[in-house]
């Protein structure tokens, strides 16, 4: 066997394989991202990592017709969701072998489009999409797209949360800690997506128990969101339970009653929608119903690696992941009602 000196200057697949002791088929499954035996892929990996072997990513391009790169849509970089759900796709790529591209779409769809004719063109080989934009007659079911919280007109999978049933559990859990005049903010896209059933979700609930719900359901895109509901609170005073389609939004709820003087959860209760933390291991930031972001990503990557490499796909295309409450201190204990 070769001394591992040998291969300072360039080693090759073969000399992996040797190390290895295995096939140079088995390596270039490895080094190409498809399943091999658990004992198999951890004497390969160890070989690479020994002779430092860096595979040539253009001629494993051509040789494939892949780029090893995933491109992910998101609206904005700066809200904590999308970052978060950045982290854990990028997370599980590597898993993959696959490298992650991300379109900071900001409101624009023709960067979303972009990005979609890459695909096309074969710079990438699939794309996770969360888009709120008018891009539904670029997506086909041919190409390998997984979407978050939006279905299109073509058969595209899809990944979401149990979004009708988080409604009613927000709605659920206020009631139950003594909230008695309900109010749901949030916004609305014109290109419908699963977000808009957490407000049904809670309307539906609180009516079945006869509840009314004030709503503020503002147009997207939202400008000067702080304003609108500072307005909507001076004409609904009596408010004392919120639910807000995101925990983003919820903070600007939390700003604007502060600035009425209003302490949470003493003169109010809040229950945002997301799960967000400041990092990994952190309190919920406030008290809300939690996606299971890590979940969602991991779902979205092994579904798009199967579109990629034309593997049998699941026979539905949407996948349903649940969501549940966590408290985060803008509720109150529960007093013993059952809703």
Known sequence: MKDANQFSAKATMKDVAERAGVGLGTVSRVVNGFRVKDSTYEKVQTAIRELNYQPDEYARGLKTNRSNIVALIVPTIWHPFFSQFAYHVEKELQQHHYKLLICNADGDASNEIEYIEMLKKNKVDGIIGITYSDIDKYILSSLPFVSIDRHFSENVYYVTAENYEGGQLAAK???????KQLAYIGGTNIHENETVLRKAGFYDYAAKRGYCVAKLDMPEPIEDVESL?????????ELDGFFTVNDFMALHVMKVMQAFGKSCPEDYQLIGFDGLKTAEGQDYLLSTIAQPIDQMAIAAVELLMTLIKG?????????????????????????????
């Not at 859990?173 to 909230?179: F, H, N, T, Y």
């Not at 949407?318 to 201190?329: C, K, N, S, W």
């Open 311 to 339: 593997q049998v796909q699941p026979s539905s295309h949407r996948v349903i992941l649940p969501v549940h409450f966590r408290e985060g201190g803008t509720t109150r204990k529960k007093i013993g009602l059952n809703f």
């Open 229 to 237: 509901i500072r307005a909507f609170v001076e004409e609904n005073t």
């Open 173 to 179: 859990e206020l009631l139950e800690r003594g909230a």
